[in-house]
């Protein structure tokens, strides 16, 4: 199903709560953040291990929080860095939007349709029970693919607009995965910020 033509959804769907809001920021906003984010953020790329073989993860990351605490997925631990005077503005805007608070934020810079991040989901022990997880994006449009783990039927794919914000909610990290597939398409870079508590 695809839910890009909504202007706002609010989905409850079997074990999640899913908001998407295509224009969280207007045009002006997300292109300062882009240009801002992408020049400023110290990035980094580091190695994953696939059946056995390490390869270099197939996007940029940084970890920025508001304490030291560090988080760890897929055999990678990352220690955050201070706050910058631009992320504590997004993240106070996206809790007063979201009534929750965020203490990390996890950032990915997808640089073309080669980079992608696989099928997972957000439930590493650091993170509680039932998450919320804000997600920002800024630049190139892509496709957010989620399914439930066991239920094939409900499976669905979102477009995420530069300025968007996906917000997931309740057991979602408990019993669905997500995933930004590769594209072939010719698409710019993208910057996504996945804000939690930790």
Not at 1 to 26: C, G, Q, R
Request: aromatic content about 12%.
């Amino acid at each position: 199903m695809d839910l890009f033509s909504a202007e706002k959804t609010h989905l409850f769907l079997p074990n999640a709560e899913v908001l998407y809001i295509p224009d969280f920021f207007d045009k002006v906003q997300a292109d300062h953040y882009f240009h801002l984010l992408r020049n400023t953020i110290d990035w980094q790329q580091d190695d994953i291990k696939i059946f056995g073989k390490t390869h270099p993860q197939p996007r940029l990351t940084a970890l920025y929080g508001t304490n030291d605490k560090p988080y760890s997925y897929s055999n990678i631990t990352m220690t955050p860095k201070i706050f910058t005077k631009e992320l504590d503005q997004i993240k106070t805007k996206l809790e007063d939007y979201c009534s929750h608070q965020f203490t990390t934020v996890l950032l990915n810079l997808y640089r073309n349709g080669s980079d992608s991040n696989g099928w997972h989901s957000d439930n590493e022990k650091e993170l509680g029970r039932n998450p919320v997880i804000a997600s920002l994006s800024f630049g190139a449009t892509r496709v957010f693919h989620f399914k439930h783990r066991t239920n094939k039927e409900e499976k669905y794919k979102l477009h995420l607009n530069h300025g968007s914000l996906l917000v997931m909610k309740g057991e979602m990290q408990h019993f669905w995965l997500h995933q930004i597939p590769k594209t072939k398409k010719d698409v710019s870079e993208r910057i996504n910020l996945t804000f939690r508590l930790l």
